[in-house]
């Protein structure tokens, strides 16, 4: 390539009027804003063309490239050479320079494809792109004096009629006859027609808007434009695709002029692009955009498989069960199966996982050694859905037990499973629950390893609560982060001793979960008791990642919550995942007086619910969650605490004040439940049966006296010295009392969330000591003034009040 300078194409120009062939000079090769050409001798050789309303313009213009060399006249074989390969040279291609020329359309060297103009020409002195090239082959040719350009075709053969692009009609606009001007004044000698003319008789390409649209469909139809991508310019509004939002608002509902803002008020204002902002708050979205159904969640089952759980037959029993219950999961409304996931680890102070992926023919374990930086060693077949891989899956939970039955090892870790539970659903970016079946203390050196901390000393004195606080350390931490990526946790424990339930019981508690205890746990009298708390705690129906905010009138706030919950702000409860028995409690105070029109001012006479007040304050006071006394294990307190914060009316109202229902004199062919008496022991006959339950345990109480109508129907025995007390279910028998006493036990236990086992208590027996203490408005069995007692003391402390 050469370069020329102004003045030498002004020359050109003039001696290609004149009918002149322009001088080759060459030069070296310059910076992109000089005007760079490609010197040619160009000759006029072929007819003009001749268009209605045009002056006569050449029809053929035959290019020749050189080399920069200095070209003398060729020969006549040359010059035939030279006609018949003329359409097959490069044109001469001018670059802009920046300020001086507009930006034409051109042909991209070696092909027949025209460059699009840019059009209004930059400003001077910015750069150009190296799209802003045009056509020299359409030079004039042919006249003694500047001529009056006119557009005119682009040619890809000798023909006059073979166009690339038709001729165009001319157009008026200010703008254009403003920059023409301009170019007018610069150039000097170089003349421009009327204001619809441009330089060497090239149109401006126009862009096609409809084209426009179409490459953006072409581009970004049908994929997703996530919002917080800086600098990101969305899709046009003509494109349909959808839209995820990820902190910035969707464009649907603001678009921006710009989305690259300038940093300061000077650089705006040289951009003279406006900054603003068009907002339609209430914009219709795509059809199911904002229904984009989350990844199905995930429910891993994690099992100790430690000496107390292999020996106690534990681990059979939770493996036949599942085989079961996996066909039972939660499911949509309506659907046929349920969507929900499926994995399997074994753990004591390792961690095994397990491949269970539908095309193995049997299932494949992973073994974790080091549990201080915990991993899930495989994706791919460790999250199943279950109706897929149930070969698998059956084969493995039938070989589990067999796997470690001759284990002796007694330490197990908990902190560890936690996070590799939690890493697996991250890893799988769905959420998810835990079912951890723990049979102690985790005392194995692993992260979270706990000490005895159980101090009966500390008992009734000020530093009681700390036996009730959870351990710091990573127990909390792990909490939070469950919470945030959605993993609830349940904790099935199985404790033959302390197990520093307030520690591991702030998982679930935080997370949104549950804890189940089954102290001294006996496979023949616990197995149906644990089996159906599995059953419910797996079916029930379930939310993940749930965030509540209560809003009140002006004048008083919530300022305390209390539940299965955890807070990083005052203002929002976040919860894992939420089930259906799952409660907040909200406190409320004052900030300022509330108006007087909103209710009444003052009421005479108290409530009803009022006069059961005492009653119930003197139940609270009394109850193992709060009582003092060393009897009590510390785990069973911490425990107790733990239900209570999540417990509905309902539950609270019989767990404090249990219900006591009789059934020596129930109607067998009625079908509502008979008037309860009150939780005392004077309401007991010698000649009475009675259940009692308060929604975690149940008692069926026999006198010694008891008809032996009803005994001989229910239990099949000829008489009460023959009850087996150590049943903990009740024998079916084809009789009205058998078929009515059971349906109370099954109406009652379905009203409730938990599993309650049924203790059989004979009257004068040892078992009627823990029977006692459950009757509420008696004295209690571990301190604790009786209701009688109870209500004298707060009269006597009204009347001291009043004198």
């Given at each position: 390539?050469?370069?020329?300078?102004?003045?030498?194409?002004?020359?050109?120009?003039?001696?290609?009027?004149?009918?002149?062939?322009?001088?080759?000079?060459?030069?070296?090769?310059?910076?992109?804003?000089?005007?760079?050409?490609?010197?040619?001798?160009?000759?006029?050789?072929?007819?003009?063309?001749?268009?209605?309303?045009?002056?006569?313009?050449?029809?053929?213009?035959?290019?020749?490239?050189?080399?920069?060399?200095?070209?003398?006249?060729?020969?006549?074989?040359?010059?035939?050479?030279?006609?018949?390969?003329?359409?097959?040279?490069?044109?001469?291609?001018?670059?802009?320079?920046?300020?001086?020329?507009?930006?034409?359309?051109?042909?991209?060297?070696?092909?027949?494809?025209?460059?699009?103009?840019?059009?209004?020409?930059?400003?001077h002195g910015l750069p150009v792109s190296t799209q802003n090239q045009f056509d020299a082959s359409s030079l004039p040719n042919g006249s003694s004096s500047p001529p009056v350009h006119q557009p005119r075709p682009s040619y890809t053969a000798t023909s006059s009629t073979s166009y690339l692009h038709p001729p165009q009609p001319s157009y008026q606009n200010s703008a254009t006859a403003t920059a023409t001007q301009q170019l007018t004044n610069q150039m000097g000698a170089m003349h421009f027609g009327k204001s619809t003319d441009f330089i060497f008789g090239q149109k401006p390409y126009l862009n096609n808007e409809t084209q426009v649209i179409e490459d953006d469909k072409m581009k970004r139809a049908g994929q997703i434009f996530i919002t917080n991508l800086r600098g990101q310019v969305p899709p046009l509004v003509t494109t349909d695709c959808a839209i995820q939002d990820q902190g910035n608002t969707s464009p649907r509902f603001?678009?921006?002029?710009?989305?690259?803002?300038?940093?300061?008020?000077?650089?705006?204002?040289?951009?003279?692009?406006?900054?603003?902002?068009?907002?339609?708050?209430?914009?219709?979205?795509?059809?199911?955009?904002?229904?984009?159904?989350?990844?199905?969640?995930?429910?891993?089952?994690?099992?100790?498989?430690?000496?107390?759980?292999?020996?106690?037959?534990?681990?059979?029993?939770?493996?036949?069960?599942?085989?079961?219950?996996?066909?039972?999961?939660?499911?949509?409304?309506?659907?046929?199966?349920?969507?929900?996931?499926?994995?399997?680890?074994?753990?004591?102070?390792?961690?095994?996982?397990?491949?269970?992926?539908?095309?193995?023919?049997?299932?494949?374990?992973?073994?974790?050694?080091?549990?201080?930086?915990?991993?899930?060693?495989?994706?791919?077949?460790?999250?199943?859905?279950?109706?897929?891989?149930?070969?698998?899956?059956i084969n493995l939970l039938d070989n589990i037990p067999d796997m470690f039955a001759d284990t002796d090892e007694g330490e197990t870790v908990f902190a560890p499973v936690v996070q590799a539970g939690l890493e697996a659903l991250k890893a799988a970016e769905c959420s998810g629950k835990l079912f951890i079946f723990q049979s102690s203390i985790p005392t194995a050196e692993a992260p979270g390893k706990l000490k005895n901390r159980d101090d009966r000393k500390l008992v009734n004195t000020e530093k009681e609560k700390i036996l009730f606080q959870p351990?710091?350390?990573?127990?909390?931490?792990?909490?939070?982060?469950?919470?945030?990526?959605?993993?609830?946790?349940?904790?099935?424990?199985f404790p033959n001793q302390y197990a520093d339930v307030a520690t591991l019981g702030s998982v679930p508690l935080y997370t949104g979960g549950n804890i189940y205890k089954y102290s001294n746990f006996q496979i023949n009298s616990d197995g149906d008791h644990f089996l159906s708390d599995l059953r419910k705690d797996v079916t029930k129906s379930i939310g993940f990642d749930a965030t509540m905010r209560v809003r009140t009138n002006t004048g008083f706030r919530a300022t305390d919550f209390f539940g299965a919950i955890y807070m990083n702000n005052t203002t929002d409860v976040e919860m894992a995942a939420i089930d259906c028995d799952k409660t907040v409690t909200v406190e409320f105070k004052h900030d300022d007086k509330l108006s007087e029109d909103t209710g009444a001012l003052f009421q005479l006479i108290l409530p009803d619910t009022m006069k059961v007040l005492p009653v119930y304050m003197n139940c609270l006071l009394k109850s193992s969650a709060l009582v003092g006394n060393t009897?009590?294990?510390?785990?069973?307190?911490?425990?107790?605490?733990?239900?209570?914060?999540?417990?509905?009316?309902?539950?609270?109202?019989?767990?404090?004040?249990?219900?006591?229902?009789?059934?020596?004199?129930?109607?067998?062919?009625?079908?509502?439940?008979?008037?309860?008496?009150?939780?005392?022991?004077?309401?007991?006959?010698?000649?009475?049966?009675?259940?009692?339950?308060?929604?975690?345990?149940?008692?069926l109480w026999l006198g010694l006296a008891s008809p032996p109508e009803i005994i001989q129907g229910v239990f099949n025995v000829p008489s009460f010295a023959h009850i087996n007390s150590e049943v903990t279910t009740l024998p079916v028998i084809d009789n009205p009392y058998s078929r009515?006493?059971?349906?109370?036990?099954?109406?009652?236990?379905?009203?409730?969330?938990?599993?309650?086992?049924?203790?059989?208590?004979?009257?004068?027996?040892?078992?009627?000591?823990?029977?006692?203490?459950?009757?509420?408005?008696?004295?209690?069995?571990?301190?604790?003034?009786?209701?009688?007692?109870?209500?004298?003391?707060?009269?006597?402390?009204?009347?001291?009040?009043?004198?």
């Open positions: 390539m050469a370069i020329y300078k102004i003045e030498n194409i002004k020359r050109d120009i003039s001696q290609h009027s004149a009918g002149k062939s322009p001088k080759s000079e060459h030069y070296h090769r310059g910076p992109s804003s000089q005007i760079v050409m490609s010197p040619s001798s160009v000759k006029s050789e072929s007819r003009c063309n001749k268009r209605a309303g045009t002056g006569a313009i050449p029809a053929d213009v035959q290019v020749k490239e050189t080399t920069g060399a200095s070209r003398t006249q060729g020969t006549a074989e040359e010059k035939r050479r030279e006609n018949v390969s003329r359409n097959r040279r490069e044109p001469i291609i001018y670059q802009a320079h920046a300020g001086l020329l507009p930006n034409y359309a051109g042909f991209v060297p070696g092909t027949h494809k025209q460059i699009a103009p840019v059009w209004p020409p930059a400003p603001i678009r921006c002029t710009t989305y690259c803002f300038p940093c300061t008020a000077d650089l705006a204002k040289q951009c003279q692009v406006p900054l603003a902002a068009i907002i339609k708050p209430l914009a219709k979205v795509a059809q199911n955009e904002n229904k984009t159904p989350p990844k199905p969640p995930a429910f891993i089952f994690m099992i100790d498989v430690s000496y107390n759980n292999i020996k106690s037959g534990l681990v059979k029993l939770v493996c036949n069960e599942l085989k079961l219950l996996l066909n039972k999961l939660p499911r949509e409304n309506n659907a046929e199966k349920s969507v929900i996931k499926v994995g399997f680890v074994t753990y004591n102070k390792i961690l095994h996982f397990y491949n269970v992926k539908s095309n193995l023919a049997q299932p494949q374990m992973m073994v974790v050694p080091d549990v201080t930086e915990m991993f899930v060693p495989l994706l791919d077949g460790f999250l199943v859905d279950f109706h897929e891989s149930q070969t698998v899956i351990q710091k350390g990573i127990y909390e931490s792990l909490a939070k982060e469950c919470v945030a990526n959605s993993c609830c946790v349940d904790l099935f424990l009897e009590i294990a510390t785990d069973e307190r911490a425990y107790q605490r733990q239900l209570v914060l999540s417990m509905d009316v309902a539950e609270s109202q019989a767990f404090f004040y249990p219900r006591i229902i009789p059934l020596h004199n129930m109607d067998v062919n009625s079908d509502l439940l008979p008037t309860s008496v009150r939780c005392s022991e004077e309401r007991l006959t010698n000649g009475g049966i009675y259940l009692l339950e308060n929604g975690r345990n149940m008692f009515k006493l059971r349906s109370i036990i099954d109406t009652v236990s379905h009203q409730r969330p938990y599993s309650m086992k049924l203790t059989l208590v004979k009257q004068k027996e040892k078992a009627e000591l823990s029977f006692r203490q459950f009757l509420v408005e008696d004295k209690g069995l571990y301190g604790g003034a009786s209701y009688m007692d109870f209500l004298c003391h707060v009269y006597k402390e009204i009347r001291q009040l009043l004198t």
